[in-house]
């Protein structure tokens, strides 16, 4: 319970309706409402690209009380612009513990937290943050008798498609097909996601495709923008991607917490296009041009060889590691129509958001 210092006057222009004087004389009197009672929401991941602008659309929304869930750590630059509107609690997804009392009176939760990691080492955090997190959360949620649970996912979870033939909500997983230690800890996170439904759990799925945006201080799909810029992409991968905007994405999580069905997954993409396309349109946003050839998974093994005895390695994206490669030479299209259809999820085209995310960066000097 919040309280408000609305007031609210009911007038009784026919006295006829009521039975006696004393009703009327009453409901013309000025009603002022102490309490207001307000949709309690929890967003986990809230300091990172999509869920700090997710925090920060929640807080916009009239009837929302916003709690964050932040490590005593975390970098809270993400959340300048509405860090007055929300109630920051500390806790660490990978501490059930810590996690105590959090969800008490919670409404909704909205489960963003998630470590995206792309390497070929092993980073023993992944299943703590991808697995365990997202265990701890749902129990926490189950017991404190949280009402509803969006789940952000990845693409990674859903597979590996072809080039034309995008996959969509009910394609097997076949992701395991490359070394990818991310893949299969959000793929068993959605595991984890399905066996709460069984057991009465009301969770829906968002799975968002390649994300750009304005706002990501992080460089996830930025870092493609940046190091097109600075002409460090002298040749792109066989594969292609599904994009879509950090807006679009949070417009869907957001309904999907209204409107999803429960256990259901969806789908947040855009257009479905090829490296050589993205990189194309990147240069055309910039004004930034490279010669950029194609190069087959083969080929980039030997020349990542070779780049380990060369000086010049800075000069190369830091996107070139063997895993992410590899992952690049395939295709990752998607169809999104489920989404679409569903909960109203809205289309643009891909070069907007690059535009948007682009002129982020340049505006802010981030690019250098």
Not at 203 to 223: E, K, L
Request: proline share 3%; charged share 25%.
């Amino acid at each position: 319970m919040i309280a408000s210092n609305r007031s609210v006057r009911i007038s009784c222009p026919e006295r006829s309706l009521f039975t006696n004087d004393r009703a009327g004389s009453f409901l013309q009197k000025i009603i002022t409402i102490d309490q207001v009672v307000r949709k309690k929401v929890l967003v986990t991941g809230g300091t990172g690209f999509i869920g700090s602008r997710l925090a920060c659309r929640l807080a916009e929304q009239e009837g929302n009380e916003v709690h964050v869930l932040v490590r005593s750590s975390s970098d809270l630059t993400s959340l300048e612009e509405c860090i007055d509107r929300i109630k920051l609690v500390r806790g660490d997804v990978t501490s059930a513990e810590s996690l105590e009392g959090h969800f008490e009176g919670i409404d909704e939760v909205y489960h963003i937290a998630g470590l995206t990691y792309m390497g070929s080492k092993p980073n023993p955090m992944l299943p703590k943050i991808n697995i365990d997190g997202t265990r701890h959360v749902l129990a926490a949620a189950r017991k404190a008798g949280v009402r509803r649970i969006v789940h952000l996912s990845s693409i990674t979870a859903v597979g590996i498609g072809e080039a034309k033939k995008p996959l969509d909500e009910k394609s097997p997983w076949n992701f395991d097909r490359i070394e990818l230690e991310y893949a299969r800890t959000k793929h068993a996170a959605e595991q984890l996601v399905a066996e709460e439904v069984r057991n009465g759990l009301d969770c829906v799925i968002v799975v968002p495709a390649f994300v750009f945006g304005a706002g990501d201080v992080n460089f996830n799909a930025g870092r493609i923008i940046k190091d097109v810029y600075n002409r460090k992409m002298p040749f792109y991968p066989l594969g292609g991607v599904c994009v879509v905007d950090v807006e679009i994405v949070v417009d869907s999580i957001i309904a999907a917490m209204q409107k999803g069905r429960t256990g259901e997954r969806y789908i947040i993409g855009g257009d479905n296009v090829s490296f050589r396309e993205l990189s194309q349109t990147i240069m055309n946003v910039t004004g930034v041009h490279q010669l950029s050839l194609p190069l087959p998974l083969w080929a980039a093994r030997v020349i990542r060889y070779m780049l380990n005895f060369s000086k010049n390695r800075s000069r190369i994206s830091k996107l070139f590691n063997m895993t992410m490669f590899a992952v690049a030479s395939e295709f990752l299209y998607f169809d999104s129509s489920k989404a679409k259809r569903e909960l109203g999820m809205r289309y643009e085209p891909y070069e907007q958001s690059i535009r948007r995310t682009f002129e982020w960066y340049r505006d802010r000097d981030m690019l250098n």
